[in-house]
């Protein structure tokens, strides 16, 4: 197969269609479940490797061969069982992909078994700037990390109990994945870091945040759910400063109460306040008129505050498991809106005459509420132009 430009040989290996693409230059050896017999032996055909994939092999280590491929840029071993990427590694000076996620069932849960490692020698790769070790059962990083050229780094579901001030203090990390780990705290001096635009920390132990998290000034989106914060109230006000997040996931954090300092957040498109304990809302949040995705799923809300009308380009709300008995007639004043979830709130049994104001959602979910089969019938009768489902 003669082909002459890489991005349409990795569009041909991600598709399948072959497994192995050549062109005069470049080879793409895709040996997805099929073992590393088809591995080249020849040093020059080795050399002609940019893309490997040896995903779901049954490895346990990696391949000595691969450290021959000097041109590779990218290597793909997820799905196999390697706990240990040694110091050859080093060989691979074009590497600017690697991904090593293992399996879930083959990530050694128990903290006595030994820990997975990695060699500093990756993180010392000219080009390297994608690392995945989701899954890999590493209890820490190589020092050396902040000094890396890596732009995106995948760390979730590992067995990291701190956060290393090093990974905030380098200048090129814009990605960083470190959630479901055993985090119980950040370092107290983040230093000032303009390049780190996605933090995700659910699912870890933290209990409180430092206030130099403000020291982060780009960050677009931050993931703190399903955290133990002790006063969650209080560490949403420490991130209220950071008003250039996009994204934030507040879910499962024990919040009682959302505070109206969470107003000043404009640039926020997509809120997560699922699974905590609030039983009503401020006025406060028709002040984020740039929202867009809205969760409150998992509460104790009864009604909407008015102000949702301003809440201009929202065009989805997750309104499940809660305890409305009425649908919130304010939804219908949101123009924008175009999905409304309600399902799973097993009291909801009444809407009024009002209901066909509702025309203009796309999409209403209604499955596991109070209606009966008539009332149900009769709404999607009024909205015969939206979808009901139940």
């Known amino acids: 197969m003669r082909l002459t430009r890489l991005p349409l040989l ?24 099929k073992g590393t017999s088809h591995l080249p032996a020849d040093p020059l055909a080795c050399r002609q490797v940019v893309m490997l994939d040896l995903s779901d092999d049954q490895l346990t280590e990696i391949p000595p061969s691969v450290y021959q491929m000097t041109n590779l840029r990218k290597l793909i ?43 500093p020698e990756l993180f010392r790769l000219p080009h390297l700037r994608v690392v995945d070790l989701s899954y890999y059962g590493l209890s820490e990083l190589p020092r ?36 479901d780990n055993l985090i119980d705290g950040l370092p107290a001096n983040i230093p000032a870091n303009t390049a780190l635009q996605i933090l995700k920390l659910n699912g870890n132990l933290i209990t409180e945040l430092p206030q130099s998290i403000t020291a982060l000034s780009e960050l677009r989106e931050l ?17 209220i400063p950071m008003t250039h997040i996009a994204r934030l996931d507040l879910s499962g954090a ?18 997560n306040l699922s699974d905590n304990k609030l039983t009503h809302l401020p006025e406060c949040l028709g002040c984020l008129t740039q929202l867009e995705r809205l969760s409150l799923s998992g509460n104790q809300l009864t009604s909407l505050p008015a102000s949702v009308a301003g809440l201009v380009a929202l065009a989805k709300i997750d309104l499940s498991h809660n ?62 132009d939206s979808e009901l489902v139940y």
Do not use: W
């Open 10 to 33: 990795a569009l041909l290996c991600l598709m399948g269609t072959s497994m192995c693409a050549y062109s005069q230059q470049f080879t793409i050896l895709d040996l997805h479940q």
């Open 77 to 119: 071993l997820r799905g196999n069982k390697i706990q240990h990427i040694p110091d050859e590694i080093r060989a691979l000076t074009s590497l600017e992909e690697i991904y090593v996620s293992q399996p879930f069932a083959a990530l050694p849960m128990d903290t006595t078994t030994e820990a997975a490692t990695v060699s």
């Open 144 to 179: 050396n990390v902040a000094q890396s050229r890596v732009q995106e780094l995948y760390l979730s579901h590992n067995r990291m109990t701190e956060v290393p001030a090093e990974l905030f203090a380098g200048g090129k990390l814009q990605v960083l994945d470190l959630s």
């Open 223 to 239: 993931a703190l759910g399903s955290n133990m914060f002790v006063h969650a109230a209080v560490d949403v006000k420490r991130i």
């Open 254 to 271: 024990d919040m009682t109460e959302v505070p109206e300092e969470l107003a000043q957040m404009k640039s926020l498109r997509d809120l």
């Open 323 to 384: 305890s409305f008995k009425a649908i919130p007639m304010e939804l219908a004043t949101i123009s924008s809106l175009r999905l409304a979830n309600l399902s799973h709130n097993p009291e909801l049994a009444t809407y009024s005459d009002d209901f066909k104001a509702l025309a203009a959602v796309k999409m209403i979910n209604l499955k596991h509420t109070g209606f009966n089969s008539f009332q149900l019938e009769h709404m999607n009768d009024i909205l015969a």
